[in-house]
């Protein structure tokens, strides 16, 4: 019996699929946890794709520790 491979989402897919999302809410404000639940990823690559946002500039962290497009922070 063959099983099937599970396979890691690319990292540059989940970095797009995350930017739409703030695209289509502005103004959102997650945590690192919250976004990890959101989004139903593992933590470490939670934090990759938004490191990957904030190193762009497209996201900020906020002293709060909460991630938001630079306009919302």
């Given amino acids: 019996m063959a099983y099937a491979v599970p396979r890691t989402p690319d ?12 695209e289509e809410m502005p103004g959102l404000t997650l945590t690192a946890e ?5 989004w139903a990823l593992e933590p470490r690559m939670c934090g990759a794709v938004l490191e990957r946002l904030v ?4 996201l900020c962290q906020t002293e709060s520790g909460h991630y938001a497009k630079p306009s919302a922070a």
């Fill in 55 to 58: 190193q762009t500039g497209y």
């Fill in 34 to 38: 919250q976004a990890r639940r959101l």
């Fill in 11 to 22: 990292i540059d897919v989940l970095v797009a699929s995350v930017r739409r999302e703030f």
